[in-house]
């Protein structure tokens, strides 16, 4: 019978330990990283303060594929567009199958205010309504993320309140979280950063909207619960454009779940072409197609 090697044992415990005590500090480390110290490396990694400041425009075109889950089911391909200038800003996707009674989605800001297009005469689709009904995401410059020229944390002067979060697991990577609250809005917004290369990866907003009281108990009862909404998008494929490095994968997921339903959807960008300080017609961000 072989006898225990007591020294290795004691040798392997005490390598668990300091590994577990180094585990330790990385985590204290990171619960502690300000919310500047996370946005400043940020924008170090987006291609730093020379090249961010001599970009003043941005396009960026690709495919996108709109998949819709609940409460039907369908997908539709077609062609997408960001185009961005200081704060002005603008996503609009344009579908193929026009039989869909989908043709495209657009929402946009001209520095003035938000606009968004129509599905049907009169009718804005979901993730419409839901930007139009939280528009400070979209004049903010939050909504988009680092692929838009007027994205939040490009604003040396933002007055909008932002804390760090500590860290979470997006997938299985690590990431630093920085909680946005944005002015006149009772969104939850949370950021998040690759805690190894400082690209901003997602951006989760919610909200819960209680069900209304109704004159009794019985009518009370018929409003149902409250309802939920979830709003993530996802950047990926980072990859270098003009000096900047910016995601290539735009996902967009929409999830609305109360007494009218459960709604989810989501939205699959590919951008492949990207354009700096190109001139951009100030009409361009206007897309209300009512007028």
């Not at 040798?11 to 400043?40: H, N, T, W, Y």
């Not at 961010?52 to 996108?64: K, M």
């Not at 309504?129 to 994205?151: T, Y």
């Not at 009281?213 to 979830?230: D, F, I, L």
């Amino acid at each position: 019978m072989k006898s225990f090697n007591w020294s290795t044992i004691y040798r392997l415990g005490a390598m668990m330990l300091l590994l577990s005590c180094l585990f330790g500090a990385s985590e204290a480390q990171a619960q502690k990283l300000k919310a500047d110290e996370i946005i400043a490396k940020h924008l170090e990694a987006m291609g730093g303060s020379e090249t961010l400041h001599s970009v003043t425009t941005r396009i960026a075109t690709g495919t996108v594929v709109a998949t819709f889950k609940t409460p039907t089911t369908a997908q539709v391909g077609g062609r997408a567009v960001l185009a961005s200038e200081g704060s002005k800003n603008v996503i609009a996707m344009v579908f193929e199958n026009t039989a869909s009674n989908y043709p495209h989605e657009k929402i946009g800001y001209d520095g003035r205010d938000v606009s968004g297009s129509y599905v049907r005469p009169g009718q804005r689709s979901t993730l419409g309504d839901f930007l139009l009904g939280h528009r400070n995401i979209v004049k903010l410059g939050i909504f988009g993320g680092a692929l838009s020229q007027g994205w939040l944390l490009l604003d040396p002067e933002r007055k909008t309140k932002l804390e760090a979060g500590g860290t979470k697991k997006i997938g299985d990577r690590q990431a630093y979280q920085l909680k946005c609250y944005p002015s006149g809005s009772d969104l939850k917004v949370t950021m998040y950063f690759d805690a190894e290369t400082f690209q901003h990866v997602r951006t989760e907003y919610e909200r819960s909207v209680s069900a209304q009281m109704g004159s009794n108990p019985e009518t009370s009862a018929t409003q149902g619960a409250e309802t939920h909404y979830k709003l993530t998008e996802d950047f990926s494929d980072f990859k270098k454009e003009g000096g900047l490095t910016l995601p290539h994968t735009y996902n967009i997921q929409l999830e609305v779940v109360g007494r009218q339903g459960t709604f989810r959807a989501s939205w699959d960008m590919a951008l492949t072409t990207f354009q700096f300080n190109q001139k951009i017609d100030p009409t361009t961000f206007d897309v209300d197609d009512s007028k």
